[in-house]
């Protein structure tokens, strides 16, 4: 009796404590939420602005893409290199009708990554191998840019003296697994990450960026070995942030929601394969790691959640605590606050199903994307 007496006892604990720790959280997101960088005016940009656009099979979104990158304004001399990864549908042959009518645009017919690259870091080092801007800006093909985007890019990058901006895009969640787990990676680097000391940081735990929209400047670029230093990298976005740190860089992830949009994946089942070939690198490839990282949010958000179930009052207060983070998150970038703010321990639960699945198809070598297998 007395054994089950303290089990309850260090349970109520472990919720008041997690409670606690939800709360610190969403406070600590409301604080970033106001020092986020976001990017300033649009200007004239009088350097030269390479755009590089890493393209496998994206016949259905490559036309799009180019067409709002081409319609850039503020930016007087721009190139477009679109690498094509050996892309098995009509890709390459939409880029190149676009380039017969716009001499801005090359394009890289590439035969797949060589031994010891992924396909993605060997088409963005590829590409920016031609470029000649002072200033290279990585597109991936699912993104739509606004108009003045590219010139709120540069500028910010300048203006603040960084090597490297990661304007963060809008994302699209549409499907209900969509839109319990995509807003996980913004509310991530909002929630966990203190933007303002990962700037000025050359420590690679503080490092978040997103390869979807990534501007960079292409001597620091250089500096870094490029795309060439994180060839094998699944998170290549962070690992070539890290790069730019190592060689004397600094550089953070930025609020892009008015700069661009994307909807990342489509439907359950490409959202669960997406998310299953890099989340056991999330943790720096250690199972540890990342049990560690899943356990930690379980702790803070699903423990208090399930409490508050059983009628805790400590519990409920962490519960709301999860939420309201999930609601500033939301409201800063564009994304929907109700009713999916209220799922957040079930987006919790699906992140650690996710990593977990993750890990069982590295540990079986059956890693795959777009046909590929990821080894």
């Known amino acids: 009796m007395a054994a089950r007496g303290a089990a309850r006892a260090g349970v109520r604990a472990g919720v008041r404590a997690g409670a606690a720790g939800a709360v610190l959280v969403a406070a600590h997101?409301?604080?970033n939420t106001r020092l986020w960088?976001?990017?300033?005016p649009a200007r004239p940009v009088a350097e030269r602005v390479s755009v590089l656009l890493p393209a496998r099979d994206e016949a259905a979104m490559i036309g799009p893409c180019l067409a709002a990158v081409l319609a850039a304004t503020g930016v007087r001399d721009l190139e477009v290199i679109v690498h094509d990864?050996?892309?098995t549908d009509a890709t390459a042959d939409l880029v190149t009708a676009v380039a017969a009518t716009d001499p801005r645009v090359v394009l890289q017919r590439?035969?797949?990554p060589p031994g010891g690259w992924l396909g993605k870091t060997h088409a963005c080092a590829r590409a920016a191998e031609a470029?000649?801007?002072?200033?290279?800006v990585f597109v991936d093909a699912d993104v739509t840019l606004a108009p003045d985007a590219l010139a709120r890019a540069v500028a910010l990058l300048r203006d603040t003296g960084l090597d490297l901006v990661s304007p963060y895009p809008r994302q699209e969640a549409v499907g209900l697994a969509e839109r319990l787990v995509q807003p996980l990676l913004q509310w991530s680097f909002l929630a966990l990450l203190p933007l303002r000391a990962a700037e000025r940081s050359p420590r690679p735990s503080l490092s978040a960026a997103g390869g979807q929209l990534l501007c960079v400047d292409a001597a620091a670029y250089r500096r870094a070995g490029g795309h060439s230093a994180v060839r094998a990298e699944v998170l290549e976005d962070i690992a070539l942030l890290r790069a730019v740190k190592r060689a004397g860089g600094r550089g953070v992830v930025a609020d892009g929601t008015r700069l661009a949009a994307t909807r990342m994946y489509?439907?359950?089942a490409e959202l669960r394969d997406g998310y299953a070939k890099s989340l056991w690198a999330a943790g720096g490839g250690r199972v540890a790691a990342s049990a560690g990282q899943v356990g930690l949010l379980g702790w803070l958000f699903v423990l208090p959640a399930a409490a508050a179930l059983r009628g805790s009052r400590a519990g409920l207060v962490g519960y709301l605590a999860g939420v309201a983070g999930r609601v500033v998150t939301?409201?800063?970038?564009?994304?929907r606050a109700w009713p999916d703010a209220t799922a957040h321990p079930l987006s919790i639960c699906a992140l650690g199903w996710l990593t977990a699945l993750s890990w069982w198809r590295h540990h079986?070598?059956?890693l795959s994307w777009k046909g590929r297998l990821l080894r």
């Open 29 to 31: 997101t409301a604080v």
């Open 37 to 40: 960088r976001r990017p300033p």
């Open 85 to 87: 990864d050996a892309s």
């Open 110 to 112: 590439g035969q797949g």
């Open 131 to 136: 470029a000649t801007g002072t200033v290279l």
């Open 266 to 268: 489509t439907g359950a």
């Open 330 to 335: 939301a409201r800063a970038t564009g994304g």
């Open 364 to 366: 079986r070598g059956t």
